[in-house]
């Protein structure tokens, strides 16, 4: 009878950046031989490509580099130290996304994802051939059987490596977060450990890619589904689980550290924080510029950029016109100075009459209507715009969800921006984020949680004006987006016809805007991108 310790290697690659990734799983190793003492160190799914590496797999050197990456970790990988880590290649002219096991020096078997998921934000089926066989890999006395991702899922891969000796189930991830993904991925993978009756080793990637975030939350669970190591979210690092052969066919995972459960609020604040900060440090920016006006969303924002890049690295701007409240420049101001931003006032009065007199003839004998709402708030978007241009930093556009949804937003103008912290969060979550970060420390000034909503681009202007109140709007939305419930549907949950009605006509002629509104960090299963996939000229109507 004897031990094995294995380490999850929760790490956050860089898509694309084989040899930086490669020379950070070489270290990883090292690291974890010394603190450790590792006899098996576990990378995530696509670990050398990072994920999604998307049409980076297309290139003709892709292959290459990776074929490099694998030669040079063979050579300087720890030796006595099995290595599981995940990478695209190309095999008898299929590409395959695979397991690689890597053991003194030497490139011993290759596992291929059997399950290729091709819904919501996975396109794998676009890239991959499906893998066939399983693979049961021994290393002192333990019989290892591999599987990736989607395959955990999939009773038959499961079944077969079980079916084929395996005594330890190791599952390579790359699994994004979403609201509440966290509690029903360790219920799906307590259930399956059920169901197999062996211990699964589950490692998730970390960090930000894009609009997908991945939490980590790697784990492992004895074969009755108990948890017994669960890995810190929202942290890189290695995680060791201690594995007690306790028969010849048997091995049991031993308890260790176990991340306590945090409070929804709390998980989808770090999402937002950790998509942010790798968006805009794997990018290269300096840092982040963002239009301040006093109102909740920019409010959260500037806390959500000061907690993801620190303030140093954050410029906020008011831009006040006639409609602009004392009370928002005071708010703003007040809120700069509590998180030590650069802050800075530039009215945007002369560059609106600027626009106007420009204008006048063209305007001549038409009544005043959202034209001129809009110009203020393009004249905003210039000057953030040109400021990111001098500066080096990237325009942080502030809008919700619920208005991304029915496009109470204006294009070339408060939608300009090279990134959306909140683009997937509606706006009564938005408040129930800022109420909690203020648990944490003051961040948002507490009259700006509790002010009526506006866009404050006209006299006394309030969100209500235009749309149902946001518990309403959120809750109509959340049926008609997440759930794809009809309008009827949602009038028979109880719903008010014309409010039914006024919002799913909105959503639906709003997706030109939701095509050019910068890139966001994605939190729920229907985000706006990959998830929702509606066509722009269309003659459907809304209904059954």
């Not at 399950?115 to 290393?139: I, K």
């Not at 979403?178 to 490692?203: C, N, S, T």
């Not at 000034?445 to 009526?452: A, D, L, M, N, S």
Request: glycine letters at 8%; charged letters at 25%.
């Amino acid at each position: 009878m004897q031990d094995l310790t294995l380490v999850m290697a929760q790490l956050d690659p860089l898509v694309g950046d084989i040899p930086g990734n490669a020379a950070r799983a070489i270290e990883a190793v090292r690291e974890a031989r010394i603190e450790h003492g590792a006899d098996i160190v576990v990378f995530p799914e696509l670990y050398l490509s990072g994920y999604p590496p998307e049409d980076l797999l297309l290139r003709p050197s892709m292959e290459t580099r990776l074929r490099e990456a694998r030669a040079t970790m063979a050579e300087k990988v720890a030796r006595d130290v099995l290595v599981i880590i995940g990478y695209p290649g190309v095999r008898e002219g299929q590409r395959y996304n695979l397991a690689g096991v890597l053991y003194n020096g030497r490139w011993e078997a290759e596992y291929a994802k059997q399950a290729l998921p091709n819904y919501q934000v996975f396109d794998e089926q676009r890239y991959f051939a499906p893998g066939s066989e399983p693979l049961v890999y021994e290393h002192k006395g333990a019989k290892l059987g591999l599987l990736i991702c989607e395959d955990l899922w999939d009773g038959a891969p499961v079944k077969a490596v079980c079916d084929a000796g395996a005594e330890l189930l190791i599952s390579l991830n790359a699994s994004p977060y979403h609201h509440d993904k966290p509690a029903e991925r360790l219920r799906l993978l307590e259930q399956r450990a059920r169901d197999a009756g062996k211990p699964i080793v589950y490692v998730n990637t970390i960090g930000g890619q894009d609009e997908l975030v991945f939490d980590g939350g790697s784990c492992c669970v004895d074969g009755e589904g108990e948890l017994k190591v669960l890995a810190p979210y929202w942290q890189a690092g290695l995680m060791p689980v201690e594995l007690l052969q306790q028969s010849a066919v048997a091995w049991v995972p031993q308890p260790g550290e176990i991340e306590p459960d945090v409070e929804p609020e709390e998980s989808l604040y770090c999402a937002l924080v950790a998509g942010l900060r790798d968006y805009v440090n794997k990018s290269g920016f300096k840092g982040v510029v963002l239009g301040l006006s006093g109102g909740i969303d920019s409010a959260l924002s500037l806390a959500i950029a000061v907690d993801a890049l620190g303030p140093k690295r954050v410029k906020a701007v008011m831009m006040p016109y006639h409609y602009t409240a004392d009370i928002s420049k005071q708010d703003a101001a007040e809120q700069a100075k509590m998180l030590g931003v650069e802050y800075e006032i530039m009215t945007i009065e002369p560059l609106v009459d600027a626009f106007m007199l420009a204008l006048a003839n063209t305007f001549a004998g038409t009544e005043r209507d959202t034209t001129e709402e809009n110009l203020q708030s393009r004249c905003r978007g210039v000057l953030l715009m040109a400021i990111s241009n001098k500066k080096g930093l990237m325009v942080l556009t502030t809008g919700n969800k619920s208005e991304m949804a029915v496009g109470y937003a204006t294009l070339y103008g408060d939608m300009v921006g090279g990134y959306n912290a909140l683009k997937d969060v509606y706006k009564t979550w938005v408040y129930r984020l800022a109420r909690w970060r203020n648990t944490q420390s003051p961040a948002v000034p507490e009259r700006v949680i509790e002010r009526p909503p506006s866009a404050e681009l006209a006299p006394d202007q309030q969100d209500s004006d235009s749309l149902p109140g946001y518990d309403t709007l959120d809750a109509i939305l959340v049926r008609y987006i997440e759930g794809d419930m009809s309008a009827e549907a949602i009038i028979d949950a109880g719903f008010k016809r014309e409010d039914v009605y006024q919002v799913v006509k909105l959503v639906d002629r709003s997706e030109y805007k939701r095509r050019q509104a910068p890139v966001g960090v994605r939190v729920t299963p229907r985000g706006f991108g990959r998830d929702r996939r509606y066509p722009i000229v269309n003659g459907w109507q809304p209904g059954e």
